[in-house]
T-cell receptor, first 114, second 110 residues
Framework: EAGVVQSPRYKIIEKKQPVAFWCNPISGHNTLYWYRQNLGQGPELLIRYENEEAVDDSQLPKDRFSAERLKGVDSTLKIQPAELGDSAVYLC????????????FGEGSWLTVV | RKEVEQDPGPFNVPEGATVAFNCTYSNSASQSFFWYRQDCRKEPKLLMS???SGNEDGRFTAQLNRASQYISLLIRDSKLSDSATYLCVVNTHAGNMLTFGGGTRLMVKP
C-alpha cells in the first residue's frame, strides 16, 4: 500500500481567509485525486489528475477553489476565499492497479471555517 | 436519484451476528466496485474489491448483481472491531471516476 502524506492535518481559519492543502505521495503514481468529505457523508470528488493533467475537475468550485500538480507528483489544493460551508475533510488519494482505480487515501486535512 | 446509494443505518447488531449491506448504483455501464471501511475521524481504507463472480475474504463476502445494479457486503460472526462506516465505491463513468456512496454505519454491541 502506497503512502500519502497530507498537510496540515488540522486548520481553523476565519471566513474569507485563504487556505492551502498539500498532498505528497511517498512513491510516484500517475493518478491523484482530491476528495471532500462532509460530516456523515461519503467523499465527493473535487478533481482527478493523470500525471500533471487535470482530467476531471467538473465538481471543483472554480470560483474559489484551485489545484495544481506540478511535475506530476505533489499536489496542492487552495481555497480563496473560504466560506463557512467549506468546513470539511479534504482527502488526497492516489490510484493503483492497472487502471489506477484502486485508491488509497491520505489521513486528510480537517478544515474548520469560523 | 443519486449515482450510488446506501442505507445510512445505523445497523445495531450483537456480537456474533451476521449483517448485510446493499449498495445500488445507477450507471449500468459501471465496471469496478469496491467496499471501503471508515473508522470515526479516520480516512477510508480499502476493505475489498467486488468481483463479478463474488468474492470472500475471511468473514467478509462481497457480491455483485448486475441485473439489479447493486453490490452487497455480508459480514459473518460480527466483532466489536467491525463497528465502522462501510462505503461502497463504483466507477460511474469511463476511466477512473470513482463515486462513493454515503456510507452505512455499523455498530456491533456486546
Amino acid at each position: 500500500e502506497a503512502g500519502v502524506v497530507q498537510s496540515p492535518r488540522y486548520k481553523i481559519i476565519e471566513k474569507k481567509q485563504p487556505v492551502a492543502f498539500w498532498c505528497n505521495p511517498i512513491s510516484g503514481h500517475n493518478t491523484l485525486y482530491w476528495y471532500r468529505q462532509n460530516l456523515g457523508q461519503g467523499p465527493e470528488l473535487l478533481i482527478r489528475y493523470e500525471n500533471e493533467e487535470a482530467v476531471d475537475d467538473s465538481q471543483l468550485p472554480k470560483d474559489r477553489f484551485s489545484a495544481e500538480r506540478l511535475k506530476g507528483v505533489d499536489s496542492t489544493l487552495k481555497i480563496q476565499p473560504a466560506e463557512l460551508g467549506d468546513s470539511a475533510v479534504y482527502l488526497c488519494a492516489i490510484g493503483e492497479g492497472s487502471s489506477g482505480n484502486t485508491i488509497y487515501f491520505g489521513e486528510g486535512s480537517w478544515l474548520t471555517v469560523v | 436519484r443519486k449515482e450510488v446509494e446506501q442505507d445510512p443505518g445505523p445497523f445495531n447488531v450483537p456480537e456474533g451476528a451476521t449483517v448485510a449491506f446493499n449498495c445500488t448504483y445507477s450507471n449500468s455501464a459501471s465496471q469496478s466496485f469496491f467496499w471501503y471501511r471508515q473508522d470515526c475521524r479516520k480516512e477510508p481504507k480499502l476493505l475489498m474489491s467486488v468481483y463479478s463472480s463474488g468474492n470472500e475474504d475471511g468473514r467478509f463476502t462481497a457480491q455483485l448483481n448486475r441485473a439489479s445494479q447493486y453490490i452487497s457486503l455480508l459480514i459473518r460472526d460480527s466483532k466489536l472491531s467491525d463497528s465502522a462506516t462501510y462505503l461502497c465505491v463504483v466507477n460511474t463513468h469511463a476511466g477512473n471516476m470513482l463515486t462513493f456512496g454515503g456510507g452505512t454505519r455499523l455498530m456491533v454491541k456486546p
